[in-house]
């Protein structure tokens, strides 16, 4: 598990020479580029639909730092929630797409407010697609987000929970540090995922159905959202805007499938467990069967069993493989195909 003591929120700022170098620069570059365009061909394709996607935590969590109550009465209060989010296309069999938003952004999600992720143009039948995973050197920094930030998140060690035992991997794709309160007993958690997400054929709900693409005609322009949630990774089945996932009808990898344990997908294994918050289970792990002291660390969690559940699965599992999945709700309440993948490209990504 990757955990910051003392993350730094300072920005250097660049010398009066080196601003007044860069602009020559790029008045150079400019320059230089107007006649290239001058050379040009003309593009006769038709005018392509405009589409700007934003983020934003759910606002129901109001202003400041998420802070809600759980439904078996623990106060939670979150201190960070960076994402790194993005790989934004618009995808489908008659979609015609004239750009992609292929880079991420590294979000800071415990402030309010929406945040623009990207911007798509195409025309015809598409649909969203949309991506959390391991940011690169080169990510797009938010607002509030610093370098160091990036840094941490790029090469923190991450405690892994899996069916070979412990282990770790590298880089983080959502952080999230917060506390649990009640009755006087305050617990701690600092946790990393690092698995990748990817959310294919996301369509709108309009009425009592889900729209079959985007709407895009020549010239149009139009705004989505997607909403972060994080009161999700704490229970299951609670949240009522929460569509189920749909069935991929593409994928970017030819070896896309759900996460499996011992062969069995551990949504489907936890499908019939009651509408529940975790917790309690969460806190019980450190403060019954762990250490009790007070921080609820990874090895923690993989040594409690979820009860209830079809197949033999700990809680760390559960929160890396399952819950982890519904924090990102697609226009509040549309529809996502969900693939979670475990190679960022130098490793296993894990929980």
């Not at 570059?29 to 061909?41: I, Q, R, Y």
Request: proline letters at 6%; one cysteine or more.
């Amino acid at each position: 598990m990757g955990q910051r003591l003392a993350p730094s929120r300072y920005r250097a700022w660049g010398s009066k020479e080196a601003s007044e170098s860069t602009m020559k620069t790029l008045t150079v570059a400019l320059a230089a580029s107007l006649v290239l365009v001058g050379c040009l061909p003309a593009d006769t394709r038709p005018v392509p639909a405009h589409v700007t996607v934003r983020v934003e935590r759910d606002p129901e969590l109001g202003d400041g730092p998420a802070s809600f109550t759980s439904d078996d009465g623990w106060k939670v209060t979150l201190q960070e929630l960076l994402v790194s989010i993005g790989d934004t296309e618009l995808l489908g069999d008659k979609c015609t797409d004239y750009s992609e938003s292929g880079y991420r952004r590294l979000l800071d999600l415990n402030r309010p407010g929406l945040q623009k992720l990207g911007e798509l143009f195409g025309l015809n039948d598409c649909t969203l697609v949309f991506g959390v995973s391991v940011p690169h050197d080169d990510t797009v920094l938010g607002k509030g987000v610093t370098a160091d930030d990036l840094e941490f998140m790029n090469t923190a060690s991450v405690a892994v929970s899996s069916e070979s035992g412990p282990t770790t991997a590298e880089g983080m794709s959502l952080h999230v540090v917060g506390q649990a309160e009640k009755d006087g007993t305050t617990v701690s958690f600092d946790w990393g995922l690092s698995d990748r997400i990817d959310f294919l054929d996301c369509r709108r709900q309009l009425g009592e159905s889900f729209e079959s693409s985007l709407p895009l005609g020549g010239g149009k322009s139009l705004s989505v959202r997607i909403v972060v949630d994080p009161r999700n990774l704490f229970q299951i089945g609670l949240d009522p805007k929460l569509a189920p996932p749909a069935t991929p009808t593409y994928g970017f990898h030819g070896d896309d499938s759900p996460p499996q344990l011992d062969g069995v997908d551990p949504a489907e294994a936890v499908a019939a467990l009651p509408p529940m918050s975790l917790v309690e289970l969460i806190v019980d792990a450190d403060q019954l069967s762990g250490d009790a002291n007070g921080r609820v660390s990874v090895e923690e969690l993989s040594a409690v069993s979820v009860p209830g559940a079809t197949l033999e699965l700990n809680l760390a599992e559960l929160l890396r493989l399952v819950t982890s999945t519904t924090l990102y709700r697609y226009e509040d309440t549309g529809q996502c195909a969900v693939v979670t993948l475990h190679d960022r490209g130098h490793g296993d990504d894990f929980f």
